[in-house]
């Protein structure tokens, strides 16, 4: 969380990893908040303290 910037790839490749590697649904939706963060607010990302980059 303190990087300047982000790698959004790296971040959905995760995602996708955490989902498809998971047996149960919990697992499987553990990544739903990165996954809504990367699809609807992409253009405005922070981390909570306000630093991270602004796009």
Do not use: K
Request: aromatic fraction near 8%.
């Amino acid at each position: 969380m303190e990087q300047t910037t982000w790698d959004q790839a790296l971040l959905q490749d995760l995602v996708d990893v955490m989902t498809d590697a998971s047996i149960c649904g919990l697992g499987q939706a553990a990544s739903n908040r990165v996954r809504s963060v990367i699809r609807y607010f992409h253009m405005s990302w922070r981390p909570v303290n306000g630093t991270g980059p602004q796009r």
